[in-house]
């Protein structure tokens, strides 16, 4: 499996032409399973991928040059709150430290299966390079869900309940938690299938991530207490 990622690599989405990759490719995945009417704004940048403390991550195919799968990445703190965090109230193990949510995951129809891990490997990495203790996401389906739950993320809300979120098409979802920090020591224990591909950074299919400053950050996640 890890050969095979050195047909993509994973940046940052850090100009106009490349927000706009990223919209182009929610478009078009979205659309394909939620029809163009539903997702007709997102051929646009939205605020909140211009927001500091959020990052925009694009994949592309070495290859090609193809943007073929995106991920936002929005950080909470004191200062500001998940989407999410408008419709549940998180646990305080969760809620009282740097944590973080997924939203915008997309990749383009009839893309490599591992577009989206290469995209889950580097929101683990960007996760670990800035601190941040906690992932939430959300999954529209079952396919999604059992995708996650294979990863190491746990359900939040109740065997089978799921929650319409008004960012999301108003559509029901999963929503699941991940524990950033106590992934690696989890995989290695269980002998996780993906365990070499998540950790590998020989493959140069990720940025360097540097620790990225937040505004108005009261605490930071080691200083915070359970």
Request: charged fraction near 15%.
């Given at each position: 499996?890890?050969?095979?990622?050195?047909?993509?690599?994973?940046?940052?989405?850090?100009?106009?032409?490349?927000?706009?990759?990223?919209?182009?490719?929610?478009?078009?995945?979205?659309?394909?399973?939620?029809?163009?009417?539903?997702?007709?704004?997102?051929?646009?940048?939205?605020?909140?991928?211009?927001?500091?403390?959020?990052?925009?991550?694009?994949c592309r195919d070495k290859v090609t040059g193809e943007a073929v799968g995106t991920a936002r990445i929005n950080v909470g703190h004191d200062a500001h709150a998940?989407?999410?965090?408008?419709?549940v109230i998180l646990p305080r193990q969760i809620a009282s430290r740097l944590r973080a949510e997924v939203t915008r995951l997309a990749v383009l129809p009839g893309a490599n299966g591992l577009v989206k891990l290469c995209l889950m490997k580097a929101v683990y990495h960007y996760c670990l390079a800035n601190g941040i203790d906690w992932l939430v996401i959300a999954a529209r389906n079952d396919a999604l869900g059992r995708a996650y739950r294979g990863l190491g993320f746990k359900d939040f809300l109740a065997p089978g309940?799921?929650?319409?979120?008004?960012?999301?098409?108003?559509?029901p979802h999963y929503v699941f938690t991940f524990d950033v920090q106590d992934a690696e020591p989890s995989w290695r224990q269980s002998g996780h299938r993906l365990l070499g591909f998540m950790m590998d950074r020989s493959l140069r299919d990720l940025p360097d991530f540097q620790a990225r400053p937040l505004p108005a950050?009261?605490?930071?996640?080691?200083?915070?207490?359970a």
């Open positions: 499996m890890s050969a095979l990622t050195h047909n993509f690599e994973v940046c940052i989405a850090s100009t106009e032409a490349e927000l706009q990759q990223a919209c182009i490719v929610r478009k078009v995945a979205y659309g394909h399973h939620l029809g163009d009417e539903a997702v007709a704004g997102f051929s646009s940048v939205e605020a909140l991928d211009r927001t500091p403390g959020t990052v925009v991550l694009l998940l989407l999410i965090e408008r419709h309940q799921m929650l319409p979120l008004p960012y999301a098409g108003n559509l950050v009261a605490s930071h996640s080691q200083s915070l207490v």
